[in-house]
């Protein structure tokens, strides 16, 4: 499978998942911002960082360079893209997802371990994870706290668009464990057609149990079945 | 323009310094070059006071491929593998403006490692904060913590481990000390000589501004009558730029455009280029015109002396301009070839076609004045308490009021502010004794900790040098990890004074005898005086870096305890010294008394025999004592782990404080599975050393006999609630 991962001045979560997807045996390009074309990809990658320095707003100058026009074609085309963490906030400012990403309540930066529960696995992105499994996974933003409007917020819920939510160690959500604030202790949402997704979580963090865990795996190795 | 004593002074030059500027140059310097003359001769960047001493730490050993004087240390850990490090303060600019003081703190400590051509792997820091009562004290933590995340985070560099304590001493001058970690390969490491004549000095990064200039407090109007304002002297930190340099450098790196590359850190323009020239023996002309300025109207004497960040300073080979250009517009930065080396000897400054300053290198340099400042030998205090006559309290009140204190509270309230995972090769994250971050694709790991022991230092400063290392030591092997080198930050009040003089010189001798008896040399480092106001000066507060490397990363082992029915055993003897302990200031407020003394053969003798079952992988966790003695180190193996302990009465010690919350040296508890003791045993009694069976591991509770039995959640919420209701 061609994956590509965009690198944006500030990105800094690039070479990670780079790694990850290499690792699990993805064929990776990498492709810089200023770039006007993007190689033939089955998965697009925008990751995690500090994307222009988060000036302006956290995504918001990003979704205005070359390569997004590119990237939101595809999308919009069926091409799997996934963003993480600041890739998230990128794809809510381009549109290709709704709602957005908003300061943590605590108005702190929040980098730590979280558990989130697996609830939508018919899916391209999720189909190796058991339906309410909860992975422990670790998040690292300033804006996470998605916010949206009702009317979305009920459509997320309806049509099952929600694939992770913040929870405890034993799958439980409740506002106690909700680390930034999000509307329905939402941690990921996918677009309608379940091609897009963002999520806040670092899948890619989680893909060895020296370092971590390697609970993120099946995030990625989904996308091969 | 006329150089008047007053302006002498208010640029931190004494008369006699100021006459030997006059006898170096053989007339009076200009203006802008009694500016470069500050800027060089200040104890930052000269080290006129600690140089006679420092000379004199061990900083060569098998491993060490570069000692102190370049921008960082850089030591061998095999293969093609080299790690660069090195730990600096930044504690005056945090204590005006917290957030940017800590944030350039960090950002300063990063060029340094990749000036050298390593990618930087960890961040690491040390922070000392007054009273928590302090009126001032909840903000700077506030801004600190923010400071120290904000840039880190954005540049995409995990902070892994650090310390943070709180005492009155610091009440008005805090200490921010920031350390990083980077890997290189051993050919292409980098340096700051220059080499060559007539070659291109060019400038790159963000432009220059008025931040940071010495003398922005020097408000007269001689000479910034044309400058519209003021900047205040702290500088402003962006790790966005940084990020983008970073990048641009290293790729620069790949190729071999570079003859010698060095930061713009302190006294920015002016320290780097003389520093390039010295060490290449060489002289070094700028065109200021060609500076790249963020604003309009700077004057010469301003852009020499500012110290706005992400700025380098790189000599280049003949025709790769156009290469190294190309990299640096691709990242949207600054490249302006400003000068050129010189054969003169000399710094050369030109501006709108004139030479405006002109100084020998070696003025600057080499000839900087070298203090062997009057010194005061610190007597070891007395023991003069007995236990007996203090009020009674029992030891669940002391364990449990000590636990919820400020500098033994969980500091995650901290740690969660940071990224420690980016990079995703952070094997061991803060609150270990060590943090271990493995290289990039292959299997070793660096472990990584920053020490210091303030109380120790001020009451008996050759003891508290020695202790300091030795806990350093303990902790790298604590986590598995062989102990390589040191970085030191040595953090001092006021040099003129010869009682803070013989601290700093009392400290550095503990410092070399434990360094040299351990192998364990000093390869980089920064001395920080004038910590202090109105005469009141801090505590002595060297700060050691250690880094020890894991040859496999699975061989990493931590303090958590993993099973019940698991025996922890101590290593080292018992003798329940309280002086200068955790127990005696927390509880009695008793800071009188000698600290624990340093037996630097069982300090290594210890250690080699719990490396040693480490590697054997006898053991199932092993964790170093030390602030708090036998139970505080008991407590912090059960409360991040799923168990609880039941714990011995002591067998020989009468009293149960001094056995308890004694802080003896060279003792680590290591956690044995029943099967494994015949062996452990055997190994530690063919080496002679001392243990003692001290703990159980079981479920749920934390219990002495007959003394008092606590729910481990319990135990975990007093330690929890401190930060957040502070």
Known sequence: ?225 | MKITNTIVEKHGLKPDEFSKIKELLKREPNLLELGVFSAMWNEHCSYKSSRIHLKNLPTKGKLVIQGPGENAGVIDIGDDDAIVFKIESHNHPSYIEPYQGAATGVGGILRDVFTMGARPLALLNSIHFGSPDHPKTKSLLNGVVAGIGGYGNCIGIPTVAGETKFDSTYNENILVNAMAVGHVKKDKIFYSKAKGLNKSVVYVGSKTGRDGIHGASMASAEFDENSEEKRPTVQVGDPFTEKLLMEACLELMQGKSIISIQDMGAAGLTSSSVEMASKGELGIELDLDKVPCREEGMTPYEMMLSESQERMLIILEDDKEKEAKKIFEKWDLDFVVIGMTTNTNNLTLKFKGETIGEIPIGALASKAPLYDRKWTKTKLPQKKINIKDLKKISLEDALLKILSSPNQSNKSWITDQFDQMVMTNTAQRSGADAAIIRIHKKEKAVAVTVDSSANYCKAHPITGGKQIVCESWRNLISVGAKPIAITNCLNFGNPEDPKIMGEFSECLIGLREACEFLDFPVVSGNVSFYNGTNKKNINPTPVIGGVGLIQNTKNKINHILKKEGNLILQIGKTFGHLYQSFFFKEIYSITEGPPPEVNLSNERNNGDAVSKLINSKLIASAHDLATGGLILALTEMCLPSEYGLKIEKPQKLSNLMEYYFGEDQSRYLIEVEPKNLPNVTKILNENNIFNELVATVQKSYFEIFGEFKIDTNELYKINNKWYNNY
């Open chain 1, 1 to 225: 499978m061609n994956s590509s991962v965009i690198v944006f001045p500030g990105s800094n979560c690039d070479r990670d998942v780079a790694f990850a997807l290499e690792k699990l045996k993805f064929k990776n390009t990498m492709v810089w911002h200023k770039d006007m074309h993007l190689p033939k990809s089955d998965l697009i990658v925008i990751p995690g960082g500090f994307s222009y320095g988060d000036y302006l707003r956290s995504g918001a100058i990003a979704a205005k360079s070359n390569i997004l026009n590119e990237v939101i074609k595809a999308g919009k085309d069926g091409c799997l893209v996934l963003g993480i963490c600041n890739g998230f906030q990128i794809l809510t400012e381009t549109g290709l997802l709704k709602g957005a990403l908003l300061r943590n309540k605590n108005l702190k930066f929040l980098g730590k371990d979280v558990y989130v529960k697996s609830l939508n696995t018919d899916n391209k992105f999720c189909n190796k994870y058991e339906q309410d499994q909860v992975l422990k996974l670790n998040i690292a933003h300033n804006e996470g706290n998605f916010f949206t409007d009702p009317d979305h917020l009920k459509e997320l819920e309806d049509k099952n668009l929600i694939p992770f939510k913040y929870c405890d160690q034993k799958g439980n959500i409740n506002e106690e464990n909700n680390p930034n604030g999000s509307l329905n202790n939402i941690a990921g949402i996918f677009n309608d057609k379940k091609n897009i997704l963002g999520m806040m979580p670092h899948p890619e963090r989680m893909i060895d149990k020296i370092i971590s865990n390697d609970d993120g795996v099946n995030l990625f190795t989904s996308l091969l079945n």
